[in-house]
């Protein structure tokens, strides 16, 4: 399992723009998360899968963060705490649960991703048009920046920012939902 | 969508991030909130009319108070950004408290038994623990507006650093037009004002620094 160095700089170089470091970050950090989450949800994969899946959408879209003089579990299990937290104020949950400390017990290896209750490509599909028509392009039909650039009309700066905002907005409708 | 998945799109053509310049940020913020609370109290209060006598008084108030912002600055940029422990940037500020309540009572025993509660109340304790919550709200949107982009993960925390942070500009500009100089008065009442605003930033922390 992923430890604290490798972690750290995995995100550090996605940071610097490393694609595949940072899939590996996020795949490891997913891994993390699930345990972290189910172990406070028990009996609730879907909504954990939620979680994960949330927590990852933050951690991405505010990777910039990390300060690298600190240590990355911190930060990571900061957001997933804060995710969670928001969570539980959403579904007006009030089982116990335990909210101290980032202790996330042992790793299960049966713990398989399992099906989210939301789906993300639902959400996306919510998104202003050009958020949307950004993300689509450069993010699902993996096309560079220039030739989204070139495919919309749009200048790359422009693509980018669709994207960064698009991200930004799709972890908001994340927390919007109304948990069931 | 599957987390696999998820995953994938978000690494998917990712570039190198840019250092966010917060400190930048952070300085246009207090600046342009503290020009926006004296334009305030130039407009809707007015200086006071003695100004150019008590230069002294109030630029001591003006410190006072710049020092409370500064003491509650180091908490409020720990609770910017995920994870990041307190340690001494809390009991920087319960010190700065504390050493507030010290000079009072060592300034009021200077004075004589009968006139130690004039110079306690002045004649403006009231407004001047409103008007300086009124002052920092400002400063406090901005601020609000600027911690948003990072991720503040305590928000009831920061939003009480906010509200202090603010509190201590807004006393910044309310200084300008309060007219009572005892140290008594101005370190208890303003210390209050900035209090309060700690206080309503905590109760509205986690509504608008939500992400």
């Known amino acids: 399992m992923a430890d604290e160095a490798h972690l750290r700089a995995s995100l550090l170089r996605g940071l610097a723009g490393d694609e595949a470091a940072h899939r590996g970050f996020l795949t490891d950090a997913a891994g993390l998360l699930r345990s972290y989450f189910r172990n406070r949800l028990r009996g609730q994969a879907e909504d954990a899968e939620d979680l994960v899946q949330e927590t990852l959408v933050a951690l991405h879209t505010r990777r910039h963060t990390y300060d690298p003089n600190y240590p990355l579990t911190a930060w990571m299990y900061a957001i997933a705490r804060y995710r969670f937290i928001d969570f539980l104020r959403r579904s007006k949950h009030r089982a116990h649960a335990s909210l101290d400390g980032v202790d996330v017990g042992d790793v299960d290896p049966q713990f398989d991703a399992s099906d989210a209750k939301r789906d993300v490509a639902v959400l996306l599909d919510k998104l202003p048009e050009k958020q949307k028509t950004a993300i689509r392009l450069v993010k699902l039909e993996d096309r560079s920046i220039r030739e989204a650039a070139a495919a919309t009309g749009l200048s790359e700066s422009d693509i ?7 991200l930004k907005t799709l972890m908001r409708l994340m927390g919007q939902e109304q948990v069931t | 969508m599957k987390t696999e998945r998820l995953i994938d799109v978000l690494a998917q053509g990712v570039e190198a991030t840019e250092r966010p310049r917060w400190r930048v940020n952070l300085a246009i913020t207090l600046l342009v909130g503290l020009v926006v609370g004296v ?4 407009i809707g209060l007015g200086v006071r009319p003695d100004i150019d006598t008590a230069r ?9 108070s710049g020092l409370a912002a500064a003491v509650v600055l180091p908490l409020a940029l720990r609770l910017m950004k995920p994870g990041r422990p307190l340690g001494w940037r809390v009991g920087a500020v319960v010190l ?3 050493l507030c309540g010290a000079c009072v009572v060592v300034a009021l025993m200077g004075e004589e038994p009968g006139d130690r509660l004039a110079m306690w109340m002045g004649n403006g304790v009231l407004w001047c623990v409103v008007l300086i919550p009124v002052l920092a709200a400002p400063t406090a949107a901005l601020l609000v507006w600027l911690m948003r982009a990072f991720a503040p993960t305590r928000l009831t925390l920061a939003g009480a650093a906010i509200g202090a942070l603010s509190g201590g500009v807004g006393a910044m500009a309310y200084a300008m037009y309060c007219p009572v100089d005892s140290a008594a008065f101005v370190m208890t009442w303003y210390v209050l004002g900035i209090a309060l605003s700690a206080a309503i930033g905590s109760l509205v922390g986690a509504k608008f620094l939500r992400w």
């Open chain 1, 160 to 166: 980018k920012i669709s994207i960064h905002r698009g």
């Open chain 2, 96 to 98: 700065f408290v504390a």
């Open chain 2, 56 to 64: 002294m008084p109030v630029m001591m108030k003006v410190m006072f």
């Open chain 2, 39 to 42: 334009a305030a109290v130039v």
